[in-house]
Structures are given as C-alpha cells and as structure tokens.
C-alpha cells in the first residue's frame, strides 16, 4: 500500500529526530585515550625524555644544507677564543637614562679613554656589553641592551677604531649590577661595560 | 478495509508539525548561545554545576572550564549541569537545563585520570560552545634561576608534567613552537652569545640557525612553518629579518631604529612587531615579503611590546609596559582600541583565540597564568622551579 511505503520513512526519520535528543536511557559511548594506565603520575622527575607528540604525525625537520656542529653561521671574531680582562676598563662603565640607547655627554670622557686603549695595543680586541634595569619585558630589554652596546660601538668608531674590532653582546635585564628594586639600583644597572679581550695563542 | 491511519495528509501534517517544533526548540537554543556577545573583560561566564567529581578530576575540570570562561554555581542557578565520577576512570555527562536534554554523555579510558579529565572538558567546552579543544595541548617556557641562567620547558598547559629541555647552565629566551610539530626554536647563550636554536624535541638534536655577532633572538615561525622570523643586529641595529625555516635565505625586513618581538598572523601574510615611530613606542605591521609598515592604534595602552596574533585572526594581544606590565588585547581590525585586561607580561594564545598563557608576579618569582580574554578569568598554572615566563603555547 502506498500509504505505508511514506509512513515507515517518515516514522525512521521522526525516531532518529528524537534519538538525538536523549529521550532514551543509552550506554554514554566512550573515549579511549592513547598510553596505559602505567604512564599515569609522570611528575617529570628522571631523566630528560622527550615528551609525547600530541600531533600524532611524524615531525618534519627543516633540512640543514651545512654539516652538523660547523659554525657558519659565524661571522667575526670569537670572544670565546679569547683572555678575557673585566678589569682593565672596569672604571669606564657607561650609564644610560632611562630608557634610553643615547650616550650621553657626560660619558664621553670614557669613550676617550676606552679608544686610547684599543690604539695603543693594536691586537687588543672589544666586547661591549649592554644592560637594562628591571622595567621593561625581557624581549625589549635585550634590545634595547643591544642598542646600548651598540650606541658605544657606534662612539667608538667615530674615534677611530675599526668596527671590526668590536662584538657586542646584550645581557637584557638578566645580569643587575645592583639587584635593588629603586633608582639607585635602577640607575646602576642601565650601562654598557667593556671588556679588553685578546686572542689565545693558538687560536 | 478499515482505516487504521487518519487521512494521510493529517498526519503527514502531525510529522511536520513535530518535526518543526523539535527544530525550532533547537535552533532557539543555537539563537540563546549566538546572542552571547563576547566582550572583552566584561563577557559573563557561561555559570555551571559541577558533581560527583573529586580530587584530580575535579581540579583538572575546574582549571580547564574556567579559563575558557566558565564559572560554578549551584544547580538551580546553572545553564548546564555536568555530572559523572572518577572511580578508576572518568565518567561524565552534561545536561541543558534550559532545552532540558542531555547533549553529552561518555566515558574515559587509557592514558590517566588527568588526560581523561582534559578529554572530558574539551568535549563539555565542544558540546557547549564549539571551542577547539585545548585539554591536550602543551606550553613552553623558560624557568630562571638566579644569576640569570635558565633552562627551557614543556609542560600540559597547565603547567603539570614540565619536562626540561635544554641542560647548559645559560641565559634562554623566547622558546617558540614551530606549528603543528614537537620542534622549538630558542634564544640560549650556551655559546657565550645570543644564538636562536632549532631543536628538535623527538630527537632531541639542535643547531643554531642564526648566530651572528651581536643580538639574535625573537624567532617566531610563520604558521605554514616554512619561515622563521628573529630579530638580529647584524645589520647594526635590531631589525626583523626573515629566513626559510633552516636559517638560509635570510632577507632584512625592517628599518626601523627600535625593532622588536616579531609575530605572524595566521594566514601568513603579516607580521606584527614593537617598534619605534615619532618617538614614540608602537606596533606595527608589514607584509611578510616586504612592504609600507602599517602602524596599529594602540592608544590608550602605552609602550605596547610582544604582540600575539590569534588563530582566528581576530586580536592581537601584547604587553604595555607603563610603570608595570599590563596584558592587553585589540581588535585586529582597530575598530576599537585595546582593552587593558590584568596585570601581567608576554601573552601566548592558545587555538580557541580565547584563552591565553602570560607570566606574572613580582620581579624574579614569576609564575605563568592562563587567562580567558573575554571573562577575564585566569588561574596560575602548576609551579615549575625558578622564576617562569616567556611561555608560548603550541597551536
């Protein structure tokens, strides 16, 4: 009869409607997760394991065109290959305003003394260190150390020393030289410092 | 033949009738959600009743809700009631009160009670408000010592199972995923200068990609994954460059005297950096191949820094750095200015484009938080040793 080839469609198509609906008591259908139940309570402790991939697919690597472990990315002069000598221009540590990459009139008497230095011993070699206080992030205050020891560099050539001779390196907010939370310590710690490095023999 | 069935017109009618109310019912509960406009800071949580969970379970469903936005209440005062059991394993079902059915009922099983907690908030926050799911997902960040050195991490998003990374003693920064993979790129000093690092975390193999003289750090990978951006200073001055994803084919981006923290929208088409522009503090953006810099009205949040792009391409959070740290978020569009949300530095989305890592606390005891942007609820993740920030959560 034709009128049940209609209904029975119909009569599915309302049950499934309402099976959507919890108007049922069901089973609650389940999630089976990935790893036994061993793996439970991992607090991290132990050796270093690399922790699962979440991804579930195998990680891509980009391919490196150069050997492992050849530095060419390297550009300069190693500070690492070299004596390093804190002390030497420890009393020409340059202070900056807030803020501020500027070197400031005042300091000028230091940049002198550092570029007398570095002209009369030709095979001393300069990392220039730049430092932040505490009050901005730390992503900006490894810039802005950057452009302290930048700023010197910049000083420094414009008193006749070859650029090349001078690395600089950005220590951000990470290394205080007053470890105080006012001014006082805030204004310490705004500075670039010198260090009087020498290759190693052999190097 | 007797007629059993009224006239078949009748009764189809009766069918269409049902059928139309049944869809009407849900389609005014669909219409209930939609309505929810989502504002920034001031969105009401989605109120629910939470029973018959303890301990673990229940500090894992708790954590998870209510940093998608999500607040507990009594049953007669809750949109959706979420009830279950973990007895050896997590049992859980949730039922709209207000279109009185249930909308999900399952059970867990495998891995452990956290995992099937996490599983089961992700299917509670997908039953209730279609979020993509971040009960699985992972953060790095870096844990400082004193004296500044430090080591990376990977921990759940929650901060439970850290494992540590890196081994070296050195000062670290800004560990960034690259997308969909177990590979980090990082800031680390292990060589005695800034150097950005690929490693690899299955493997456990890495190399520097960019080491030149002076500052390299800041890499944020495009979300193709094909890209790097750092910021570097070879160039005398930190700029933003970008490489292919190995470090080769380096090109300058930037001119600017004062660029920082680059990140990329989810299309790849933008990158949004700090920078410097009369003088004063702004973000920016500038077509990833190159382009006009297009500077972002950020007024109202001074000395915006570490900009973050949501999946969905719909905000950009960022630091303002005015006196203290602020976490901020803006439209992507400028159509409203930034909305100063809590105190705090260094946001990381997290793939539902809602909820967000950041660090806060006092200067050296920094403790990562994860924070909903739109009820502007957030809860300190679980410790890991040091001061931790920087985190960045893998999307």
């Known amino acids: 009869m034709k009128l049940n080839q209609t209904i029975f469609p119909l009569t599915l198509a309302l049950a499934a409607m309402f099976a ?184 | 033949m007797k007629n059993y069935f009224p006239s078949s017109t009748k009764f189809l009618s009766v069918i269409f009738s049902l059928a139309t109310a049944t869809l009407l019912a849900q389609n005014q509960q669909n219409l209930h959600m939609d309505e929810t406009i989502r504002v920034l800071g001031t969105t009401p949580p989605v109120p629910v009743a939470l029973t018959g969970f303890s301990g673990e379970a229940e500090e894992v469903l708790k954590f998870d809700l209510y940093v998608q936005g999500y607040s507990f209440v009594s049953p007669d005062q809750a949109q959706y009631l979420i009830n279950g059991s973990d007895n050896g394993s997590v049992v859980g079902s949730v039922t709209d009160k207000f279109a009185r059915k249930v909308i999900l009922s399952r059970s867990y099983n495998g891995a452990s009670l956290r995992r099937q907690a996490h599983a089961f908030a992700d299917d509670i926050v997908q039953a209730t408000a279609q979020l993509k799911a971040i009960g699985g997902t992972k953060i790095a960040f870096k844990a400082q010592g004193n004296g500044g050195a430090g080591e990376i991490f990977v921990a759940d998003f929650d901060g439970y199972n850290p494992k540590q990374v890196t081994s070296d003693g050195a000062i670290v920064a800004r560990p960034a995923w690259m997308p969909q993979r177990m590979a980090l790129y990082y800031t680390s000093y292990a060589r005695d200068n800034p150097d950005i690092y690929f490693h690899n975390l299955g493997t456990g193999q890495r190399r520097v990609v960019a080491g030149y003289s002076g500052l390299n750090t800041g890499a944020a990978v495009s979300p193709d994954g094909s890209r790097v951006a750092m910021v570097l200073s070879k160039s005398g001055s930190p700029n933003v460059w970008v490489a292919n994803a190995d470090g080769t084919g380096l090109r300058k981006l930037t001119s600017g005297v004062e660029d920082s923290s680059p990140c990329w929208s989810p299309d790849g088409q933008w990158i949004c950096f700090a920078t410097k522009f009369h003088e004063r503090r702004r973000l920016a953006k500038i077509p990833a191949n190159g382009g006009e810099v297009q500077y972002l009205n950020t007024s109202g949040a001074g000395n915006p820094t570490e900009p973050d792009w949501s999946p969905d391409g719909k905000w950009i959070a960022f630091t303002r750095q005015a006196g203290d740290f602020d976490i901020c978020v803006m439209p992507t569009d400028g159509s409203n200015p930034p909305v100063i949300l809590v105190a705090g530095q260094n946001p990381s989305w997290s793939p539902n484009s809602r909820t967000l890592v950041f660090n806060h606390g006092s200067a050296g005891h920094q403790t990562l938080s994860v924070l909903d942007v739109f009820t502007k609820q957030y809860k300190d993740c679980h410790r890991a040793p040091g001061s931790d920030s920087q985190p960045a959560w893998a999307r």
């Open chain 1, 20 to 203: 959507d609906t919890g108007c049922y008591k069901s089973h609650p259908k389940v999630t089976q997760l990935p790893g036994s139940q061993a793996q439970v309570g991992d607090t991290g402790a132990g050796p270093t394991v690399p922790p699962a991939n979440p991804f579930g697919d195998q990680p891509q690597t980009p391919t490196f065109s150069d050997k492992t472990g050849q530095l060419a990315t390297s550009d300069s002069w190693d500070p690492a290959n070299c004596d390093q000598d804190r002390a030497a221009l420890a009393d020409q540590t340059v202070h900056f305003a807030f803020d501020s990459a500027a070197v400031l009139s005042k300091e000028q008497d230091k940049i002198v003394i550092v570029s007398e230095k570095l002209k009369s011993d030709p095979a001393a070699l300069l990392l220039i260190e730049g430092h932040c206080d505490e009050r901005g992030t730390e992503e900006y205050n490894r810039s802005l150390g950057e452009r302290r020891a930048l700023a010197l560099r910049e000083a420094l050539v414009n008193a006749g020393i070859d650029a090349q001779r001078i690395r600089t390196i950005s220590y951000g907010k990470d290394k205080p030289a007053d470890p105080g939370h006012d001014e006082s310590a805030w204004s310490k710690n705004r500075r670039g410092e010198f260090v009087l490095c020498h290759k190693k023999a052999g190097a």
